[in-house]
């Protein structure tokens, strides 16, 4: 079954410090990628996808993210992270199926020391 | 960007009533909506994708007849929880795409349901 992992559940960092996100897929030759972000009691909002083209995406708020077919890896990356970053971080993978239903890892809860 | 709208964002209810929540897709069309359902500190579960105009499609192991989906239009699907039950307490979030391939969903800032 397709899954999507993200082995980091909660990540502390300090301000200012830079910011790697691990995100691991499992499906498919022609992946479709996101990264969203919620904040408590939010719903979810994008903050960069791949589909295909260059493997290095850049996204809002300062975020990118690498597309590595060889490790199934798309992990999620800031230089400077600062304290509005703290948020729950899920990375998720388009099924390719008939309706697109997205699957999502289980999130990394991201804490942003001052 | 695409803006998803849900009524209401939060509600409270007794034990064994229903509840209707209202996904909106405010500025474009959603050919396909999706309802998920999100337990304290974990990941979306995809409960159901529905199409315009036709059955909501419900991902294995969530009731169909608790939980029903309506599309009736491009702009609005509603998630009706019937009879509802102190654990069907959770947070609710809709999302809705144009339903292409690797298309990009638009979330609803979600519905916090609790059952007395």
């Known amino acids: 079954a397709q899954s999507v992992t993200q082995p980091d559940i909660h990540i502390t960092v300090s301000e200012g410090a830079s910011l790697e996100l691990r995100c691991n897929y499992s499906y498919g030759a022609t992946p479709y990628l996101f990264w969203y972000v919620q904040s408590p009691g939010q719903g979810l909002q994008l903050l960069l996808k791949y589909f295909s083209g260059d493997t290095l995406v850049q996204g809002i708020k300062g975020f990118e993210a690498e597309f590595k077919r060889s490790q199934s890896s798309f992990n999620l990356r800031k230089p400077s992270v600062h304290w509005s970053d703290a948020a729950e971080y899920f990375c998720?993978?388009?099924?390719?199926?008939?309706?697109?239903?997205?699957?999502f890892g289980k999130g990394t809860l991201l804490t942003v020391n001052p | 960007g695409a803006v998803v709208s849900q009524h209401p964002s939060w509600v409270i209810c007794k034990s064994g009533t229903s509840v209707k929540i209202e996904c909106r897709s405010l500025d474009f069309q959603a050919t396909t909506m999706f309802w998920y359902r999100q337990f304290p500190k974990q990941s979306l579960m995809l409960m159901a994708t529905?199409?315009?105009?036709?059955?909501?499609?419900?991902e294995q192991g969530v009731e169909k007849d608790k939980f029903l989906i309506n599309h009736a239009s491009l702009t609005l699907s509603t998630l009706t929880v019937t009879s509802a039950h102190p654990e069907d307490s959770s947070f609710y979030i809709c999302?809705?795409?144009?339903?292409?391939?690797?298309?990009?969903?638009?979330f609803g800032p979600g519905t916090r349901l609790t059952v007395t």
């Open positions: 999302s809705a795409g144009p339903g292409q391939g690797g298309s990009e969903q638009y």
């Open positions: 998720a993978e388009d099924s390719g199926g008939s309706n697109y239903k997205l699957t």
């Open positions: 529905s199409n315009e105009g036709s059955k909501a499609t419900y």
